[in-house]
């Protein structure tokens, strides 16, 4: 049962533009959230997060947006530049535990220079 | 500082022999997870570690998973009688205590079983 998805597999847009990458979860419990980078032959890296109190966080060209309503978040990127070129997994943690996270199945963003 | 290793970073084994995957994680981190990421699949919870003990083994697909976690800090994941379906890349993350969410991922094993 995948608790967090991401729907759109991969996504293309030109340098200089916005990237706006989705995310969707079903467990209302979420009370974390994380966005991961990962290039090729890497490890995820943490790039950004939101805690569910909170509708959006930004930190310089990444900024999430929270939806509780909707059970929706999304990252936004600008200007996107080719290094931004990855695979981008949004997660989720449930509150108390902090233990288990959820991933989604990752986004391929290819920024087109 | 150094970062999460882990390795092998590739293993070929044939189905039905046994593998032993081994992650360092960051000095000092309490927490450490094993992950594993299946061909066009995210990355699926196997178990998890709060100092040497496994509170979380919720994850592991199959009692031919195992895992072990000594002195707080090198952990080894252990698949017995391999199948052709347990190849994937095998992730360890570590993490500095329950204060902060953030996960620090090494670069993964790759298991082909054939």
């Known amino acids: 049962d995948q608790q967090v998805k991401q729907n759109s597999p991969s996504l293309s847009v030109q340098e200089g533009r916005i990237s706006i990458l989705n995310c969707d979860y079903t467990?209302?419990?979420?009370?974390?959230f994380l966005w991961y980078k990962k290039y090729p032959a890497e490890g995820p890296t943490f790039l950004i997060s939101?805690?569910?109190?909170?509708d959006k966080n930004e930190d310089g060209r990444f900024t999430v947006f929270l939806n509780k309503s909707a059970k929706h978040l999304s990252l936004h990127i600008v200007p996107s530049q080719p290094g931004d070129s990855a695979v981008y997994f949004c997660?989720?943690?449930?509150?108390?535990?902090?233990?288990?996270?959820?991933f989604g199945t990752g986004t391929s963003l290819t920024v087109i220079p | 500082g150094a970062g999460v290793s882990q390795s092998p970073s590739n293993k070929v084994t044939e189905k039905g022999k046994d593998v032993e995957l081994r992650c360092d994680p960051i000095?000092?981190?309490?927490?450490l997870y094993w992950y594993r990421q299946s061909l066009g699949q995210g990355l699926e919870f196997l178990i998890y570690?709060?100092?040497?003990?496994?509170?979380?083994k919720s994850g592991l697909p199959s009692d031919r998973f195992s895992a072990e976690r000594t002195g707080g800090s090198v952990s080894t994941l252990t698949i017995q009688r391999t199948q052709q379906e347990d190849s994937a890349v095998y992730l360890c993350?570590?993490?500095?205590?329950?204060?902060?969410?953030?996960?620090?991922f090494g670069p993964g094993t790759r298991l082909t079983v054939t």
């Open positions: 993350a570590s993490r500095p205590g329950t204060d902060s969410y953030e996960q620090y």
């Open positions: 467990n209302s419990m979420f009370d974390y």
């Open positions: 939101i805690s569910s109190i909170k």
């Open positions: 997660a989720a943690s449930l509150p108390n535990t902090g233990n288990q996270f959820y």
């Open positions: 000095s000092g981190h309490t927490a």
């Open positions: 570690f709060q100092g040497n003990s496994a509170p979380d």
